[in-house]
């Protein structure tokens, strides 16, 4: 079983004294009852890609937002550049741990973009795990998952219409990407991103599917 700390990472940038990237990284850290090196290599994977996100925030978002800033030379206010990455914990027993990060950037315009990344681990052996350690992938089995998601979609639509594009049948086979999952008690996730198969409005799209774990 696997314990979870939240450590973060946060700061707000100036230029000419005034502040223009704001960040909050939030990234998890683990102990395990299941094997103790494994979890100090998870533990520094996330470290890094925290560190490497802060690092592009100070370089290149900073660099963005001072050249906007310079560029609109007082003619309208300045909405400070913002980036924030929040987990959440969605699969944790066993030794089996499943998460997804929401990684949040506002750099000017109507409104932010978020993308969205998930790892399952095995803190026996410290492995990421495929979608295929829980599903089979198949030509089958994939048309399976593709109908399946048209159904669910179809259902959504006659309680929501136009929350989906309307060519989404093929959208869904072009978008799809295989690491694009987490696990739930009970349940697989798939998700898509922004504007992959929906408007923005929708926000990030997800399709349950029942497993055993």
Not at 141 to 157: C, F, T, Y
Not at 187 to 193: A, E, M, P, S, T
């Amino acid at each position: 079983m696997q314990t979870v700390t939240t450590n973060t990472l946060t700061d707000t940038i100036s230029y000419k004294n005034i502040p223009i990237v704001t960040y909050k990284i939030n990234y998890p850290s683990f102990t395990t009852t299941c094997n103790v090196k494994a979890a100090e290599a998870i533990n520094a994977y996330y470290l890094r890609l925290a560190q490497n996100t802060r690092d592009y925030c100070r370089n290149v978002i900073f660099a963005q937002a001072a050249q906007d800033l310079e560029y609109i030379q007082g003619t309208r206010p300045f909405n400070a550049y913002t980036l924030d990455v929040i987990f959440q914990i969605t699969y944790n027993s066993g030794c089996i741990t499943s998460l997804y990060t929401d990684t949040y950037t506002y750099t000017g315009g109507a409104h932010g973009q978020t993308i969205r990344t998930s790892d399952t681990w095995d803190f026996s052996s410290g492995e990421k795990l495929r979608l295929t350690a829980f599903y089979p992938l198949t030509p089958s089995s994939l048309h399976q998952l593709q109908v399946s998601m048209e159904s669910q979609i179809a259902r959504r639509l006659k309680e929501n219409p136009g929350t989906y594009f309307d060519d989404y049948k093929t959208l869904l086979h072009n978008t799809f990407r295989i690491n694009n999952f987490y696990l739930e008690p009970g349940k697989l996730v798939i998700y898509f991103q922004q504007y992959d198969i929906a408007p923005y409005s929708t926000g990030l799209p997800e399709f349950y599917f029942p497993i055993n774990i």
